[in-house]
Nanobody
Framework: QVELVESGGGYVQAGGSLRLSCAAS????????MAWYRQAPGKERELVAI???????KYADSVKGRFTISRDIAENTLYLQMNSLKPEDTAVYYC????????WGQGTQVTVSS
C-alpha cells in the first residue's frame, strides 16, 4: 500500500503561481509513472500532467507552457509548478501513482480569482 499526500494548494490571484507537492509513504518514484489530475466542480476529473519513467513528461494543452511536473526520487516527492494561473485552473488537484497498482491522494484545493 502507498499513501500519497498532496499539499501546496491555496487561493491565488490570476497570474500568480503555486507549487503543489505530493509526498509518498515509501520509495516509488523510480518505478512508478506519476501524474497530476484535477477536477473542477461539475466536471470530470482530467489529466493535467504526467511524468513517465525515462524522464518523459506530457501536459494537457490547457496548461502547456505554464505548468511543470517534476519528481524528486530521493525525497519521494512529486511536484507541480503552476505559473500564470487562470481562473479556469480552479479545481481540486490529485496526485496519482501508477505501477503494478494505482494510488490516489486526497486532493488539494486550488482557487484562482480573476
Amino acid at each position: 500500500q502507498v499513501e500519497l499526500v498532496e499539499s501546496g494548494g491555496g487561493y491565488v490571484q490570476a497570474g500568480g503561481s503555486l507549487r503543489l507537492s505530493c509526498a509518498a509513504s515509501r520509495s516509488i518514484f523510480s518505478t512508478f509513472n506519476m501524474a497530476w489530475y484535477r477536477q473542477a466542480p461539475g466536471k470530470e476529473r482530467e489529466l493535467v500532467a504526467i511524468s513517465l519513467l525515462g524522464d518523459i513528461t506530457k501536459y494537457a494543452d490547457s496548461v502547456k507552457g505554464r505548468f511543470t511536473i517534476s519528481r524528486d526520487i530521493a525525497e519521494n516527492t512529486l511536484y507541480l509548478q503552476m505559473n500564470s494561473l487562470k481562473p479556469e485552473d480552479t479545481a481540486v488537484y490529485y496526485c496519482n501513482a501508477r505501477g503494478f497498482a494505482s494510488y490516489w491522494g486526497q486532493g488539494t484545493q486550488v482557487t484562482v480569482s480573476s
